[in-house]
């Protein structure tokens, strides 16, 4: 089992910056792709970045693409979405997830586990 514990989240200024912070534990942390997803109020959840663990390749969407960074440290199990030129459309919940897929994978259903997400809320 793999447990995931995001951290990082809050209250940032239009046009500000972000750093979610990720943690895996558990065995094969090391393997497979992590993935960050968001669900903002009355929507459905989306895909916003995935990295894969051996080579860190990485996949952002369209809505993020040369905002946010994604980037992982396997020393420490830690995987990090850099948020910058934050827009209130990016007001979400941030779930970070782990795949057991070596390809990055947009949808979801495809991700063997979860953390609790956290909040990040952009002021205009």
């Known amino acids: 089992q793999v447990q995931l514990v995001e951290s990082g989240g809050g209250l940032v200024q239009a046009g500000g910056s972000r750093r979610l912070s990720c943690v895996a534990s558990g065995r094969a942390v090391s393997s497979g792709t992590m993935g960050w997803f968001r669900q903002a109020p009355g929507k459905e959840r989306e895909f916003v970045a995935g990295i894969r663990w051996s080579d860190s390749l990485t996949y952002y969407s369209d809505s993020v693409k040369g905002r946010f960074t994604i980037s992982r440290d396997m020393a420490k199990n830690t995987v990090y979405l850099q948020m910058s030129s934050l827009k209130p459309e990016d007001t979400a919940i941030y779930y970070c997830?782990?795949?057991?897929?070596?390809?990055?994978?947009?949808?979801?259903?495809?991700?063997?586990?979860w953390g609790q997400g956290t909040q990040v809320t952009v002021s205009s």
């Open positions: 997830a782990g795949s057991r897929l070596r390809t990055i994978i947009k949808y979801g259903s495809q991700y063997n586990f």
